[in-house]
């Protein structure tokens, strides 16, 4: 039914343009020869002998020469002077093609026949095709009228490109209420000037008074680059005056013209972060991963199930995901196999703690490249449980890092986090060592091992962004730690490619950190989040400070001190060269915190803590917290 809908504007296209070759043709001949019956004397006895052969040979000329100028691939409802245009080229060719004709085969046909005939259809084709544009501007102006009342008042901002398609589509669609009333760009020379006739009346300083004064209901950003500045201002601007805002901002928005509804999202809290995300080589990505058995653990977690996600679109060979929790296996088995063959992955239950499952999977699939994503992560939870943050992230790596070398992978990367760099908490400390284990093993092996160091992730499990919507959900108040409190910020695809390239470009050794940008007060993100959910901070929800959390420090850092951080060939991605540590010596302090892990105190282990990473500060003292601008 659907194939017989989508084809039906063709056939009544093909059936129009049959009637407008024999109108056009035999009124050719008509107005040429007269109308009288002594002028049907003078017409040619070709035509008078095969008027219905002759008609049909034009009409298959002329359909052939539209088809070439892709006349019925048009979009009829937005159909515009490039598609008269189209309609004129095949319509001149076609007139080309018939003096041709007549040249070959001796007809005698006047030329003034042919104008005649070239000049009607191209009325008829341009009737038949603006027709439906006209049926259906005429259609949102009657409903626009219709739903007087009910239609929303739009201030688009942007008057670009992007502004003017935009104008079309919410005049043109019947079922987006919305009128646009006015303009604002940032770019002078436009103001007092009109765009589809809806005028631009200034710049961003004129937001406030245009919302008031010609009662907008909704700002629409029409820009494929906003920056966060201008973002969070009108986000600002149009929450105090009860006004919401969208955006339209891309140009694959503009390829959206059958979808029928025009497509607008709100403001995405990314875009208010500002953060750019990293382009990737996909070339080098590519080539690294093709063909290639690569094992994942935490293969479901944040960064884990993304990294998977884009292994298999860039055709790995299999993909091993490996995690603890059985539920998340599942739920992400129901997503990949909607994509990709159940031959491409494997999905598997264990632990990194199981060194014998572990050496079972390397004996079974002999991973090339291998992705370390699983840990223990949260801060708070891990202060609470500071055995279990060793036994994991320590004793769970070095495990994986073994069977990595047993197997003879030729890869191993490590997901590390910023809070490995002078920790002032557990889990930070042994992120810390796990990098240790990494860089101590690479010259060891002929595998490469490497570390990704990470900021705060968006949208990821435990993330403040996720653990603020349920507070405003409820109507408040959102906790703040500190007033002061800064963080780096990136989002899960981009954390999954820093990833990825890392693995293309290691040698052994690295630790690869990202020019995350400027760090994100925690107070600001809370407040912007506030806003996009429609409300005003400390009037609608208020905001709570709390104090800090065991293990927590103002400002997170890059790199540490004695690390030598060079560039890489991609601009955002950076190298710590590792320092130096006596092998044996690390070696002995590593099994002593284990042995403190499993059996001992752990006031002890905290000590064998101290001695791997002199610089873990368990007190958390905020001298230590100065902002890194390294990078």
């Not at 070709?46 to 019925?72: A, E, H, P, R, S």
């Not at 001796?106 to 084709?125: M, Y």
């Not at 990098?435 to 499990?461: C, H, K, W, Y």
């Amino acid at each position: 039914m659907k194939k017989i809908t989508k084809s039906l504007p063709v056939v009544l296209l093909l059936l129009w343009d049959w009637l407008s070759v024999y109108f056009a043709v035999t009124a050719g001949f008509r107005l040429r020869f007269g109308m009288s019956q002594y002028a049907l004397r003078l017409i040619p006895d070709f035509y008078l002998d095969n008027q219905f052969l002759f008609i049909l040979l034009c009409y298959f000329v002329y359909v052939f020469l539209n088809i070439l100028f892709d006349g019925y691939a048009g979009i009829l409802k937005r159909a515009g002077i490039g598609d008269l245009l189209r309609g004129l080229g095949s319509v001149m060719c076609y007139a080309v093609a018939l003096i041709c004709f007549d040249r070959l085969l001796q007809l005698g046909l006047p030329i003034e026949v042919i104008i005649i005939t070239s000049l009607l259809l191209f009325l008829f084709w341009s009737a038949g095709r603006m027709s439906v544009r006209v049926y259906h501007s005429f259609r949102a102006r009657l409903n626009r009228m219709r739903y007087r009342k009910e239609m929303k008042r739009v201030l688009i901002y942007g008057a670009g490109e992007l502004g003017s398609y935009l104008i079309h589509k919410l005049r043109s669609s019947p079922d987006d209420r919305m009128v646009p009333v006015a303009l604002l760009d940032d770019n002078s020379d436009l103001w007092g000037k009109k765009l589809e006739g809806v005028p631009v009346i200034g710049g961003r300083q004129t937001l406030e008074t245009a919302l008031k004064e010609r009662s907008i209901d909704e700002v629409l950003v029409s820009m494929t680059h906003a920056d966060r500045a201008l973002l969070r201002e009108v986000v600002t601007i149009c929450r105090k005056k009860g006004c919401s805002v969208r955006r339209f901002g891309t140009l694959d928005d503009m390829g959206q013209e059958n979808l029928g509804r025009i497509s607008i999202t709100p403001i995405d809290l990314r875009e208010l972060l500002g953060r750019s995300v990293v382009e990737l080589d996909m070339d080098k990505v590519r080539s690294f991963v093709s063909g290639q058995t690569v094992l994942v653990t935490g293969g479901v977690g944040s960064i884990g199930s993304e990294i998977s996600r884009q292994l298999l679109r860039f055709g790995a060979g299999k993909v091993i995901l490996f995690d603890i929790h059985e539920n998340g296996l599942f739920a992400f088995d129901n997503e990949l196999k909607k994509t990709y063959s159940p031959d491409r992955y494997e999905l598997i239950v264990g632990s990194v703690r199981d060194k014998l499952r572990l050496k079972e999977i390397f004996d079974r699939y002999h991973p090339s490249i291998v992705f370390h994503a699983a840990a223990h992560k949260h801060v708070p939870m891990m202060e609470l449980n500071p055995r279990e943050a060793i036994k994991n992230n320590v004793m769970g790596t070095a495990n994986v890092a073994q069977a990595a070398i047993i197997g003879k992978a030729k890869k191993f990367i490590l997901i590390s986090t910023d809070k490995a760099v002078n920790p002032t908490n557990i889990m930070g400390a042994s992120k810390r060592i796990a990098e240790l284990i990494i860089q101590m093993m690479d010259p060891m092996s002929d595998t490469s091992f490497a570390a990704v160091r990470f900021g705060n992730v968006l949208g990821s499990n435990g993330s403040v962004v996720p653990f603020f919507q349920k507070q405003i959900e409820s109507g408040g108040p959102v906790t703040v730690t500190h007033p002061d409190m800064k963080r780096y910020f990136m989002t899960i695809p981009e954390a999954a490619q820093l990833v990825l390239e890392a693995g293309a470009m290691a040698d052994g050794g690295e630790i690869f950190v990202l020019d995350m940008g400027e760090p994100v007060k925690i107070y600001d993100l809370a407040c912007d989040m506030i806003r996009l959910s429609g409300y005003e901070p400390e009037v609608d929800i208020p905001i709570q400070f709390i104090g800090l959390r065991p293990g927590e420090k103002l400002f997170e850092e890059i790199s540490l001190k004695d690390e030598d951080v060079t560039k890489t060939s991609n601009n955002k991605i950076f190298i710590c060269k590792p320092i130096e540590n006596d092998p044996t010596l690390l070696c002995k302090r590593i099994k002593a915190l284990e042995e403190q892990a499993v059996e001992g105190s752990e006031l002890d282990m905290f000590d064998k803590v101290k001695d791997l990473v002199p610089t873990f500060d368990h007190n958390g003292k905020e001298e230590n917290g100065k902002e890194d601008k390294a990078i």
